[in-house]
């Protein structure tokens, strides 16, 4: 099935410090690619969108500024906490899709643990 | 907009028990659905989906029916095991390019032995 892989899986820093998270799709040419961030015991909360070869959609309320996203392949995208401080810290998780039939599913990555002290 | 509401937990089962995990969902059109399953400290995984009306999704015992006069799609399993303990999200996707899903809250079985 489609793979999707998440890199690193959990990263430790002093705040201050940015940080790039990196997701790939290994078997499949993903033209869209979402960010999610998850606070403990809730839901996903999307972040952005990001196709392949064009500026990524960011949802109300997140600073494209403070998560710089960039899609530069069909196959990887990057989100670079700028800056971090402790307040960033959380379970970022990734998500790829081909496009398709109706009824794609996403493909999500095993997400990076983000502490920033 | 499109909302889904799925049944709060935490949902305590014993082994062999049956489960169902209610979802209901508000959209427009005609939307995909979805289940999704965290296990801790991982990301989703997709468990099964439905694309139309009455269709029915299945995958390691796990099944759901797409059910447009109810606007369902319940999640039930005849036997849980200690295994089957995760998050599980219900989740759809009204159409449209932007490939969004809208989730539930997430609902967290535990099954003990």
């Known amino acids: 099935g489609a793979v999707v892989s998440q890199h690193p899986s959990r990263v430790i820093c002093k705040s201050g410090t940015s940080v790039k998270i990196e997701c790939r799709s290994l078997?499949?040419?993903?033209?869209?690619m979402f960010w999610y961030r998850q606070f403990p015991k809730q839901s996903l909360m999307l972040m952005a969108t990001?196709?392949?070869?064009?500026?990524?959609?960011?949802e109300q309320g997140v600073e494209k500024d403070k998560f710089l996203i960039n899609h530069a392949s069909l196959t990887l995208s990057t989100l670079t906490v700028t800056s971090a401080h402790p307040e960033d810290s959380s379970f970022y998780i990734c998500?790829?899709?081909?496009?398709?039939?109706?009824?794609?599913?996403?493909?999500f990555g095993d997400g990076t643990r983000l502490s920033i002290l | 907009g499109n909302s889904v509401t799925q049944m709060e937990g935490p949902v305590t089962l014993s082994e062999e028990a049956f489960l169902t995990i209610n979802c209901t969902y508000t959209a427009t059109g005609y939307p995909s659905l979805f289940w999704y399953v965290q296990y801790p400290g991982e990301g989703l995984q997709l468990l099964l989906k439905a694309t139309k009306a009455d269709d029915k999704g299945s995958n390691k015992g796990f099944e759901a029916t797409y059910r447009k006069e109810t606007t369902s799609f319940h999640l039930e399993k005849g036997s849980v095991q200690v295994s089957d303990s995760a998050v599980y999200f219900c989740a759809l996707h009204s159409g449209g390019s932007n490939y969004k899903l809208t989730f539930g809250k997430g609902t967290l079985l535990t099954v003990n032995p």
């Open positions: 990001s196709n392949e070869g064009s500026k990524a959609t960011y």
């Open positions: 998500s790829a899709i081909s496009p398709g039939a109706p009824g794609q599913p996403q493909h």
């Open positions: 078997d499949f040419q993903a033209t869209t």
